[in-house]
């Protein structure tokens, strides 16, 4: 049961874990590889040095075995630096613990052979052993299974040189074995708490190191920004100094960074005209308020001045931050802008037409024009009415033009001419459309052509007077020709009769019928003649 106990636990706690968590695990793995290729490599220079510097003991100690002891050192030293070889090596940075379990073992090793060669149990030289095993907790830094491990193999050591010597059942290897085993535990222990402070140690480096990355980043993060900025960047300290100018900064005031930093902004960038509205923006933000659109000129290095519209904000030490956004050329354009809206409202509202806008729904959006004065109507009056309310209050034919105004709505431009009153009105509707070219309202003009139709209408009837007297001056030549040609004929037959009636005698019975057709004629040739005829045109 407490094994599955322990399983389950295991296993929530790798539920559990994160990447984080296996990040930290991996580097102090890393770490702890390192820390015990170290700690080895230092175990056996202070095992090599204590050999040497405890060499010239063994002439005074053991005087008669001097030069084997000294052999046997001098093949400890070898092993030492055998094992610090292979500590450097790779196998042993990839096995750092294995390896390291090494060091103490070949201490132990020298130990015995020299107790041994000295004495066995009874030699004062087993007293290095404890020792040996005290390197092992503040040498080696490991977890307390190898550092157990280590301790055992010393102990191991010591059990097999004593049963080699056939001492097992001397009362003071039992006495050295409990102080052995003592060290031992002591040993681990304290590797134990070496490890956990190791382990919190590392977790605070690691941190650090992580805040330290953070702010790195941070900061490399903050550089970027504001060297890529579209805007105009400048960071100010306590006292006014530039301490940042970035690109864009440079770009558009033309101050190179060395010259502009350090440098007290409101001096260099701002006009003097403008001290007194930048710097109670900068006060205020210094306060702890955020200034937003702070409208301000700068000063270029050449002289000119640009417009900027500045947002201001306190930093963390005091300073300030302003960034501003170049408008000049926006105030420009909307300075144009607004002039040419004054004189375009002026020529609407001083034109004799009416102006007038209306939204998708129908409803009055804009009225303006002298041509209002005319209907009585004020510029704005019918502002949200629908176009049919003004309709029926101001025109003749209301539903007429209503049918107009839809189909402007509908997307045709119509073109009519309506009446209010005795006023004659052309008026002319154009759809308006959005970008995706649905109708979005319609726009219109309504001219007063009332003088116009009138002229018009009296040049009609002049035209149709002229044309009736042109009309009436050809019948008139028609009829003289008519009248001339009629006359000639009439002429031929008086000549004609005057002649026959000459030759006839007096008393002829034809006599009277020719004087009969003289006097007809006599009288038709007096109905042609001009008096008679005013409309007859002379030959």
């Not at 695990?25 to 170290?38: I, L």
């Not at 191991?156 to 290897?173: C, I, K, Q, S, W």
């Not at 009138?454 to 050809?474: G, M, Q, T, Y």
Request: glycine residues 10%; charged residues 25%; contains cysteine.
């Amino acid at each position: 049961m407490a094994a599955r106990a322990r399983r389950s636990t295991a296993t929530d706690q790798d539920r559990n874990r994160t990447p984080d968590d296996d990040v930290f695990r991996a580097a102090f793995e890393n770490d702890s590889r390192k820390s015990c290729v170290r700690g080895g490599s230092a175990y056996c220079l202070i095992a090599g040095l204590v050999i040497l510097a405890t060499t010239p003991l063994d002439r005074v100690r053991f005087p008669e075995l001097a030069g084997p002891l000294l052999v046997i050192r001098l093949a400890g030293i070898t092993a030492m630096a055998a094992i610090l070889a292979l500590l450097r090596s790779d196998h042993g940075r990839r096995h750092p613990r294995a390896v390291g379990v090494l060091p103490p073992s070949a201490t132990g090793a020298l130990i015995q052979a020299l107790a041994f060669a000295t004495g066995g149990h009874t030699s004062p030289v087993n007293i290095d052993t404890n020792f040996a095993i005290i390197g092992v907790a503040l040498m080696m830094p490991w977890t307390m299974a190898w550092s157990a491990l280590s301790c055992l193999v010393l102990v191991g050591e010591y059990v097999a040189a004593t049963a080699t010597a056939g001492t097992l059942r001397d009362p003071r290897f039992t006495d050295n074995l409990l102080v052995l085993t003592a060290a031992s535990g002591l040993a681990i222990v304290t590797t134990g708490v070496r490890e956990r402070w190791r382990r919190r140690e590392f977790a605070h480096r690691w941190t650090l190191a992580g805040a330290h990355r953070d702010a790195r980043a941070s900061a490399e993060r903050y550089r970027s920004l504001v060297e890529i900025a579209g805007s105009v960047i400048v960071v100010l300290a306590r006292d006014g100094r530039i301490v940042e100018f970035n690109r864009e900064a440079v770009r558009v005031l033309g101050w190179p960074p060395e010259e502009a930093v350090g440098q007290d902004y409101l001096r260099l960038c701002v006009p003097a005209s403008c001290h007194g509205a930048v710097g109670a923006g900068i006060v205020r933000a210094r306060g702890g308020e955020a200034v937003h659109g702070l409208e301000a000129r700068m000063r270029t290095r050449g002289g000119d001045e640009r417009v900027f519209v500045c947002n201001v904000s306190r930093l963390a030490d005091g300073g300030v931050i302003l960034c501003g956004e170049d408008i000049t050329e926006r105030t420009r354009v909307e300075e144009a802008l607004r002039a040419s809206e004054a004189r375009l409202r002026t020529v609407i509202t001083g034109a004799p037409v009416v102006l007038f806008t209306c939204d998708q729904a129908g409803i009055c959006t804009l009225s303006e024009g002298r041509g209002l004065a005319r209907l009585g109507l004020r510029p704005g009056q019918v502002l949200g009415l629908h176009f049919s309310e003004v309709l029926a209050g101001f025109v003749s034919d209301p539903e007429r033009s209503a049918g107009y105004f839809q189909r402007a709505l509908a997307g045709e431009r119509v073109t009519w001419l309506g009446a209010s009153g005795e006023m004659i009105f052309e008026c002319r509707l154009t759809p308006m459309r959005d970008r995706e070219d649905n109708v979005s309202g319609v726009i219109g003009v309504a001219i007063d052509v009332t003088e116009r139709e009138r002229s018009e209408n009296a040049l009609l009837v002049l035209e149709r007077k002229l044309l009736e007297a042109k009309r009436l001056e050809s019948l008139g030549v028609l009829a003289g020709g008519v009248a001339h040609d009629f006359n000639n004929l009439l002429v031929n037959v008086l000549g004609n009769a005057s002649l026959a009636a000459s030759e006839l005698a007096e008393d002829s019975p034809a006599r009277p019928s020719l004087r009969r057709i003289e006097a007809a004629a006599r009288r038709g040739s007096e109905l042609t003649r001009p008096e008679r005829n005013p409309s007859r045109c002379s030959p």
